[in-house]
């Protein structure tokens, strides 16, 4: 694998998925909502693709604006643009592959859901900018990585906005933040020395109560929006082993994590995520 290769597939994240999971799962959760009983399969292939283009792009938009304090942050002073494995120049070309690759895909949705994916676009490009002045940036990350899709998924399958579709996409937004306040945890000490705005600096021995706070409301969200489900009890089943997970993580935190836990904590979510998931399936008249 030639050396330029191999820095692209790193300045994406090829080898970490987590993220791209993580910005799948909420549409999953709207795409199962949207039509109980009748899997979209093909909406969630979309999604599944989108949900890695996006994410891909995110990933470059976010180091080309911060490859000066990324080398500051021993986390990320490898990475290909900080590392001057990549050039700016070359990654912006990526990024804008990306995007275009990310944009063919709505040529199937309707007008409506493409201004919630455009909106939403917008803010996963200038998400980066907020960690220089925003206190808690992870809240404006939470619109791309976990609110938009899933309004977009129930526009455009359902026809439009609803109560529960805003439930769910307001449920992915303070759950991606949450588990965004757990992954900066892994950076704390080195964002205090280079003067990086995080919810996790500005938190501090407070930011378990935040994290269990936002974790509450999205778990409160996503049962206000499939409570009316014909099987709920597995949804409600699921949500209460999601708090319970949730709330052991709360305390992990208050009594401070281990240098490698954040991470580890945060990986966890995708099951998390899934757990929803399956909840809403079961609780659908899919298997009933």
């Known amino acids: 694998m030639s050396g330029r290769l191999s820095a692209t597939l790193d300045l994406i994240r090829f080898d970490r998925p987590v993220g791209s999971l993580l910005l799948f799962l909420p549409a999953g959760w ?157 950076d704390l000490a080195d964002d205090r020395l280079a003067g990086i705005k995080s919810g996790a600096v500005t938190f501090g021995d407070r930011l378990w109560m935040v994290f269990l706070f936002l974790s509450i409301l999205a778990v409160t969200l996503l049962w206000e929006a499939g409570r009316t489900l014909p099987q709920s009890g597995w949804l409600f089943l699921a949500l209460v082993l999601f708090l319970v997970v949730v709330g052991w993580q709360s305390l992990r935190m208050k009594r401070g994590l281990d240098p490698e836990e954040p991470l580890r904590l945060f990986r966890s979510h995708v099951l998390l995520g899934t757990l929803v998931m399956a909840g809403l399936w079961i609780s659908s008249p899919i298997l009933v």
């Open 30 to 186: 709207s795409i199962l909502l949207a039509h109980p009983g009748d899997v979209e399969w093909k909406w969630l292939a979309i999604f599944l693709m989108g949900s890695f283009l996006t994410r891909s792009a995110g990933c470059v938009i976010n180091d080309l604006f911060d490859r000066d304090l990324d080398r500051k942050v021993s986390r990320t002073k490898s990475r290909p643009l900080a590392a001057d494995r990549l050039s700016p120049r070359y990654a912006a070309g990526v990024f804008f592959a990306l995007t275009m690759a990310s944009a063919s895909l709505l040529l199937f949705f309707s007008k409506t859901a493409i201004l919630v994916a455009v909106l939403g676009y917008g803010t996963a490009v200038v998400y980066p900018l907020m960690k220089r002045f925003f206190p808690l940036p992870q809240l404006f990350m939470g619109v791309p990585f976990g609110a938009t899709a899933p309004l977009m998924a129930w526009v455009q399958i359902s026809g439009g906005f609803s109560r529960a579709g805003v439930c769910l996409s307001l449920a992915g937004l303070f759950w991606a933040t949450a588990y965004d306040l757990i992954y900066a945890v892994a």
